[in-house]
């Protein structure tokens, strides 16, 4: 295991257990937020998970999605020299049939293993993507809802909702979580497109940063060149780091709770995204903001301490 750079420890009742799964090779932020969490002493992760992104599977083709994801994930360990060091699994490859059947992958294993292990640190399962393998997950072993909390990027904007990327990747798989016990935390597109950064800020703060920092700038600008024929997005010069989030909820004041609201989990809409309220459904978080300017902050920071100029 590497070690880290750090002149300060975090004391191990602060800490909590994390699974993270990421559609890692769908765009170019999830590898940043994937290094940060990796960075964090905070977090003690536990595994990664590669998810699948099949509703847009460019050129990687239908059903080969999550492998990419896991191939990238790969690929991030090594030039970070953290090959072997975390487990990585796939998980499902298609979104769920319907809201009965769950997919047995590696993936949902992993989550549910991990659940049901006596540990005093909390457990936070962080989804990047689609919420396929949390939803099989908790279909196949429903008691797993309480013994972790689910932080999810994705869904639209409160209260209507809407298109989305990474609901519209399982909207059954969603409508299963919603529908759960889990403790979920919902980070909703108005509010994880409040973390972006500019080329140049990348540039400047991550390309000189190792082996790491030089493939997260390139990558990102090889994917911004790629997609130039898109009309709405990307936009140029900017890029969202909207997985970061995930990060911002976990490492702001515990006492601030001026950010977010408590609403009972809406059933989202087949047709159109929207969301439907549900009477009777557990309560979940919704987050309405992100402290985006302590999210970049860290992440510069970290990469800069543990990975500096002079092993580029």
Not at 24 to 35: I, L, T
Not at 139 to 166: C, D, H, Q, V
Request: charged content about 20%.
């Amino acid at each position: 295991m590497k070690e880290w750079n750090y002149e300060f420890t975090v004391p191990e009742q602060k800490q909590f257990r994390m699974l993270i799964h990421t559609d890692c090779k769908n765009e170019a932020d999830d590898q940043f937020a994937v290094v940060q969490n990796l960075m964090t002493p905070k977090f003690i992760v536990k595994g990664i998970i590669g998810g699948h992104f099949n509703k847009n599977p460019q050129e990687y083709g239908d059903g080969h999605t999550a492998d990419a994801s896991v191939r990238e994930i790969d690929r991030v360990l090594d030039l970070m020299g953290l090959s072997g060091c975390y487990p990585v699994c796939k998980g499902s490859e298609y979104p769920l049939q319907n809201e009965e059947t769950p997919v047995l992958s590696d993936g949902a294993r992993m989550i549910i293993g991990e659940a049901m292990r006596d540990d005093p640190h909390p457990l936070f399962c962080v989804f990047q993507g689609a919420i396929t393998d949390l939803a099989s997950a908790l279909l196949l072993k429903p008691e797993i809802a309480s013994r972790m909390t689910a932080i999810w990027i994705g869904g639209g904007m409160y209260p209507a909702g809407g298109f989305e990327f990474n609901l519209l990747q399982d909207i059954a798989a969603a409508n299963v979580v919603m529908k759960s016990q889990v403790p979920l935390w919902q980070v909703p597109i108005n509010v994880y497109k409040q973390v972006s950064v500019s080329l140049a800020q990348l540039q400047l703060h991550v390309k000189p940063y190792g082996k790491i920092g030089k493939y997260l700038f390139e990558q990102m600008v090889q994917y911004n060149t790629k997609c130039a024929g898109i009309a709405h997005w990307p936009h140029g010069e900017i890029w969202g780091l909207g997985d970061t989030a995930a990060i911002a909820v976990l490492l702001q004041e515990s006492e601030r709770i001026d950010n977010f609201f408590m609403a009972e989990a809406p059933t989202v809409n087949y047709e159109d995204m929207t969301y439907v309220q549900a009477a009777g459904n557990r309560k979940i978080r919704v987050y309405t903001q992100v402290d985006a300017r302590l999210v970049i902050n860290d992440f510069f920071a970290k990469l800069a301490i543990n990975y500096p100029k002079a092993d580029s």
